[in-house]
């Protein structure tokens, strides 16, 4: 059985920092590409940032770049999101993404991130 689970989300102060983690199950998590998005009440889901399956490789929308570093440990299984500088435009549910080939895909649940004061 394929499960994506978060972890890691709460609430913080803008400035303040958190550490997501989504730990893998049920697939082959070192092939796969791995992504984490996120989802702000009343908008569209967002794209955050990607690690290839290696890990060598890693992207950030403009939004966070600077700000936020994607990591991976393949022998836990597990992909990691450090959030630093948080402002309350980063309130949102984050969720991880599991991609593989023939455009298989995964997602987790989702954890809730709200920055405020």
């Known amino acids: 059985q394929v499960q994506l689970v978060e972890s890691g989300g709460g609430l913080v102060q803008p400035g303040g920092s958190l550490r997501l983690s989504c730990t893998a199950s049920?697939?082959?998590?070192?092939?796969?590409?791995m992504s984490w998005y996120r989802q702000a009440p009343g908008k569209e889901r967002e794209y955050v940032a990607v690690i290839s399956s290696t890990g060598g490789t890693t992207n950030y929308a403009d939004s966070v770049k600077g700000r936020f570093t994607i990591s991976r440990d393949n022998v836990k299984r597990t992909v990691y999101l450090q959030m630093n500088s948080l402002k309350p435009e980063d309130t949102a549910v984050y969720y991880c993404?599991?991609?593989?080939?023939?455009?298989?895909?995964?997602w987790g649940q989702g954890t809730q991130v709200t920055v405020s004061s």
């Open positions: 049920g697939f082959m998590f070192s092939t796969f590409r």
């Open positions: 993404c599991g991609s593989g080939f023939s455009a298989t895909e995964y």
